[in-house]
């Protein structure tokens, strides 16, 4: 069965720090890999997305991501953090060809000062 | 504005109620999909459409949950005979065929 974990519930970091956020999957063939962000009151954001190709994959406000097939990992990361990236972040992955996306449980950003 | 929009935003209801939601999606969106979500939880799915055929129902959706999609324009998400274990943040999304999902800003449900 499909599942996503996201390993760390939260992190703090200090603004102008770089972040990583963890994400492991279990899937059986090559998945659509995705990372949202919501924000308290907001509805979840699409950051970016990995369907095939390149493995690292450029998103918006300054993420990235990195598509491991060996590791079964879609860590998301940013090289300075800036306040207004305080959030929640959620990995997901989808079904080629299908609809239903699995969403990991969230890793909550907080930045320090 | 064109993007995901979810009536009403806040619901507070009582115990045993009925509830109804409403999400019109994008669109130009052929695909719309229900998830629940609670605190600390990734949303998780309840259901999907295709147009207007309800192609896929989680276990999650008992029967007191229903959803339609009228016409393959805007869906509704009712829930009868409320609980509170109903309590939780109702997300609608939209997509055109299987690119990503645009989610809306939620319908929060609080059963007292």
């Known amino acids: 069965a499909q599942s996503v974990t996201q390993p760390d519930i939260h992190i703090t970091v200090s603004e102008g720090a770089s972040l990583e956020l963890r994400c492991n999957y279990s899937?059986?063939?090559?998945?659509?890999l995705f990372w949202y962000v919501q924000s308290p009151g907001q509805g979840l954001q699409l950051l970016l997305k990995?369907?095939?190709?390149?493995?690292l994959v450029q998103g918006i406000k300054g993420f990235e991501a990195e598509f491991k097939r060996s590791q079964s990992s879609f860590n998301l990361r940013k090289p300075s953090v800036h306040w207004s990236d305080a959030a929640e972040y959620f990995c997901a992955v989808g079904h080629t060809g299908g609809f239903k996306t699995i969403f990991g449980a969230g890793t909550r950003l907080f930045v320090k000062a | 504005d064109t993007g995901v929009s979810q009536n009403p935003r806040h619901k507070i209801t009582k115990r045993g109620q009925n509830v109804t939601f409403r999400c019109d999606p994008i669109s130009e969106h052929n695909r719309l999909y229900w998830y629940r979500q609670t605190l600390g939880q990734g949303p998780e799915f309840l259901t999907y459409f295709q147009n207007e055929a309800q192609l896929e129902k989680s276990r999650l959706l008992s029967d007191r949950f229903s959803a339609e999609r009228p016409k393959g324009s805007f869906s509704t998400l009712e829930i009868q005979r409320t609980e509170q274990g109903d309590s939780a943040m109702y997300l609608c999304a939209s997509s055109f065929r299987q690119d990503e999902q645009f989610f809306g800003p939620g319908t929060r449900l609080t059963v007292l």
């Open positions: 899937y059986g063939a090559t998945p659509y």
């Open positions: 990995y369907f095939s190709g390149d493995t």
